[in-house]
């Protein structure tokens, strides 16, 4: 047993399993590891991007994105409006899901009711349709409550689900993972796509195996892939040195020079588009977490703006991030329709002008708030919020630092129980168009049209509302251009949210792996090949 190997075991039992499975060397198999699970097999569980990400090697969707990020057909061969709210699908035939079933019209329309409804987490992927019908076995029609003319770009990360499996297993709607409940569907899984699932261990290893019957013609070189969920940083790094996975992210800002001048090992990064950002309860009267008692400070922009101002961004792009970030003013980056370098220009750091509006604010002595953070979710996440403690301190304010694992964290801060006062989130937007930001997470929440889904501090402006809906039926570009300008000018001033950085996505390797790394976070196997 190698040195290596041996800290690894006592690190963690996911290192032990990951030993115990290592294949032969000639085959070509592929082991990675990440800080955090996919925390279920279901692709309508939770919409985040490492479970979407992970689920779409098993689940098909209509459309898909290329290795460009360009839409292509997937499950529907071609897609056209057939009137200004109407979208029609043709369907690929002779698909078969994994246990052999053949794919047809009939599973499209029940995993849009399964898509929108029960414990559903991808709602306000629909949030436009008002129906989706079936007009023969290969073909589908959904009607939208006014033109949209993004639909496909929203629906990429809808992956289709089989109708009959669903309703043999008990798996008809989406287990609710912020009630922890699970299915059939939550260790489970029947999809049409390139990847089927031979085990799963959840929090410790999953493995897929390549379908067969696959109906597209495969990229990758892959026999065997098995994910490890190696939650400590040294060890999923070790992992990598020692040759026991082949590829790794999170990856830490601070091991990256070590992994870089590693012979055999490389980094591949980008930028990234999601941006990571702070928010506020500001729908409730009291905060729950905070000293203050009878009323919400948050709810005063002047308060808002001084936790803006009293944030040290270049601090943490330089020493918390270790240069890994682009330093943000708006709820999107480069790379995002809507995104405009004009208006990127952040608030000044100014500790001084901080004290000042939180003084006149009435709160000259600041107060005692909770701040929810994730400690395996984004790059060096709980050191972030460590440093946002350190600097709400210089301005009187003492947070109370909750960081917790993925699935705590989302079950706590997301919907239905939006139980935070003040918390770090991350937002990707699937459709790169900034009406998916407005949408999801500036909105007024109305949970039952799929608005303001993962607006969890509750913000609303109906000003900025009408702005949105505006938005999502313009089809003159540069008229929709000034709409999304106005908008994000209104959430800015009002402070709303406070946007930190885009973080860089960074992926470490063996020499010997090949992949394509997407803007969006999103890893497909199918463009993976071993030398």
């Not at 399964?114 to 023969?136: H, L, M, P, Q, W």
């Not at 009293?310 to 709820?331: F, H, K, P, W, Y």
Request: glycine share 6%; hydrophobic share 40%.
């Amino acid at each position: 047993m190698t040195l290596s190997l041996r800290r690894a075991l006592i690190a963690g039992a996911a290192l032990l399993a990951l030993a115990a499975a290592a294949p032969a060397a000639d085959a070509k198999s592929f082991k990675w590891a990440n800080d955090g699970d996919a925390n279920s097999m279901d692709p309508y569980a939770r919409n985040e991007t490492f479970l979407l990400s992970f689920t779409q090697n098993i689940y098909d969707p209509l459309i898909r994105r290329d290795a460009n990020l360009r839409l292509e057909s997937a499950l529907a061969t071609e897609w056209t409006q057939a009137s200004p709210t109407v979208w029609r699908f043709k369907l690929r035939a002779n698909v078969k899901f994994h246990d052999g079933a053949p794919f047809t019209a009939d599973d499209v329309v029940f995993s849009f009711t399964r898509a929108t409804s029960g414990g559903s987490n991808i709602k306000s992927y629909f949030a436009s349709v008002k129906e989706a019908r079936k007009i023969d076995d290969l073909t589908v029609e959904m009607e939208t409550h006014a033109p949209n003319p993004i639909l496909p770009e929203e629906i990429t990360g809808w992956g289709i689900m089989s109708k009959a499996w669903a309703e043999k297993n008990g798996a008809t709607t989406a287990a609710d993972l912020t009630k922890r409940e699970e299915n059939f569907a939550t260790r489970n899984a029947n999809g049409t796509g390139p990847f089927m699932l031979k085990s799963r261990e959840a929090d410790v290893k999953t493995v897929l195996v390549p379908n067969p019957g696959w109906w597209d013609k495969a990229q990758h070189n892959l026999t065997e892939v098995t994910f490890f969920r190696i939650a400590n940083d040294a060890t999923r790094v070790a992992a990598l040195l020692s040759g026991e996975v082949d590829f790794v992210y999170t990856v830490p800002p601070q091991d990256m020079p070590r992994i870089g001048n590693t012979q055999g090992l490389k980094l591949v990064q980008g930028p990234e588009l999601r941006t990571i950002y702070l928010g506020f309860d500001q729908a409730r009267a009291e905060l729950q977490e905070s000293s203050v008692k009878g009323k919400n400070p948050f709810t005063d922009r002047r308060v808002r703006q001084a936790f803006y101002q009293a944030i040290d961004m270049e601090a943490i792009r330089t020493r918390v991030m270790r240069g890994q970030a682009n330093v943000s003013a708006l709820m999107m980056g480069p790379g995002v329709n809507g995104f405009s370098d004009a208006q990127n220009k952040r608030f000044p750091f100014d500790v001084e002008a901080g004290k000042k509006l939180l003084a006149e604010a009435g709160y000259p002595n600041g107060f005692e708030v909770g701040m929810d953070c994730p400690n395996d979710r984004y790059v060096n996440d709980e050191q972030i919020c460590q440093a946002v403690t350190a600097m709400l301190a210089r301005i009187g304010i003492k947070v109370n630092l909750n960081a917790q694992t993925r699935a705590k964290f989302f079950e706590k801060v997301n919907t239905p129980r939006f139980d935070t006062s003040f918390y770090l989130l991350g937002w990707t937007p699937a459709t790169y168009d900034a009406h998916n930001v407005f949408l999801n997470l500036v909105h007024c929440r109305d949970l039952q049209r799929g608005r303001g889904m993962f607006n969890n501090g509750g913000y609303c402006n109906p000003e900025i509302d009408k702005l949105t809906d505006a938005m999502a039926v313009e089809t003159d570009q540069a008229k929709r251009g000034a709409i999304i300008g106005q908008a994000n000018q209104l959430l800015k001033d009002d402070v709303g949210y406070v946007p930190l950085h885009q973080q860089t996505v960074v992926w470490a390797m063996k020499q010997t792996i090949e992949v394509k790394q997407y803007a969006d976070n999103y890893f497909p196997l199918r463009f993976v090949t071993v030398k």
